[in-house]
């Protein structure tokens, strides 16, 4: 049977856990190794998770994991924490750039939970879906709302949710790194997480079905005229 996300997720998850213990061997190379791979898996997908909030709306029951929204969360107040402190070098910022750095990774890990946690619980909950909601498939990955303006000139989804999502966190982040020397990598890798996501489901098939679950149902959804959540599911 072919693995979903959320499994794929969950063996990495699993995969460290068994490793950790294990790397504290310093002859055990191996598993080492295998820890380093699963929590690089594992930031992967919470990495693709902040950007699917921040940019989406409306998923399918398993389109979002609370899980990773939660974990995404700690990431980012992590990183918000590290910028309020002093262990970061003068040469990499000045200490107003780091307290900017601060508060913004810190009120993007507020708004990634917050606005996480809303949409994880619509998606749950039939009486708050909307009337062309129903016939969704569950891992379908939201509807893009932030770059909406480009779906009404007619750009595909696909195209704005895999190409323009991420370059537009990547400019972003070039933006912040004028600022501050690191600011802008943990969004970087955010984009980046996107690309890899694309790439297991390319390489393992994640999300084939959904187009077809969609199509089978009579849905256009390659429609340039109406690439849009609405206008895609009846």
Same mark, same amino acid.
């Given at each position: 049977m072919m693995k979903q996300p959320n499994d794929m997720f969950n063996d990495l998850v699993g995969q460290a856990s068994k490793s950790f213990i294990d790397s504290f061997n310093e002859k055990n190379n191996a598993a080492q190794t295998r820890l380093f791979l699963a929590v690089a898996g594992i930031l992967v997908f919470v990495g693709a998770e902040v950007v699917k909030v921040v940019f989406r709306k409306n998923f399918g029951r398993e389109g979002l994991s609370l899980t990773r929204v939660i974990l995404s969360f700690i990431c980012l107040l992590i990183i918000s924490i590290l910028f309020f402190s002093d262990i970061l070098d003068d040469e990499i910022g000045s200490k107003a750039s780091n307290i900017f750095m601060g508060v913004l990774y810190g009120s993007i890990a507020f708004y990634t939970l917050i606005a996480g946690v809303k949409e994880w619980k619509i998606s749950h909950d039939p009486k708050r879906l909307p009337k062309n909601y129903k016939n969704v498939p569950e891992d379908y990955?939201?509807?893009?709302?932030?770059?909406?303006? @480009?779906?009404?000139? *007619?750009?595909?989804?696909?195209?704005? #949710?895999?190409?323009?999502?991420?370059?537009? $966190?990547?400019?972003?982040?070039?933006?912040?790194?004028?600022?501050?020397?690191?600011?802008?990598?943990?969004?970087?890798?955010?984009?980046?997480?996107?690309?890899?996501?694309?790439?297991?489901?390319?390489?393992?098939?994640?999300?084939?079905?959904?187009?077809?679950? @969609?199509?089978?149902? *009579?849905?256009?959804?390659?429609?340039? #005229?109406?690439?849009?959540?609405?206008?895609? $599911?009846k």
């Open positions: 990955k939201g509807s893009s709302t932030l770059l909406s303006f @480009l779906l009404d000139e *007619g750009w595909k989804q696909s195209a704005v #949710q895999n190409f323009i999502e991420p370059i537009t $966190i990547i400019l972003v982040a070039i933006g912040l790194t004028l600022v501050n020397l690191v600011a802008g990598i943990p969004l970087a890798f955010c984009a980046v997480s996107i690309w890899l996501y694309q790439l297991a489901e390319f390489i393992f098939g994640f999300n084939n079905h959904v187009d077809d679950v @969609l199509k089978n149902q *009579g849905h256009r959804t390659e429609n340039k #005229q109406a690439p849009r959540f609405g206008h895609v $599911i």
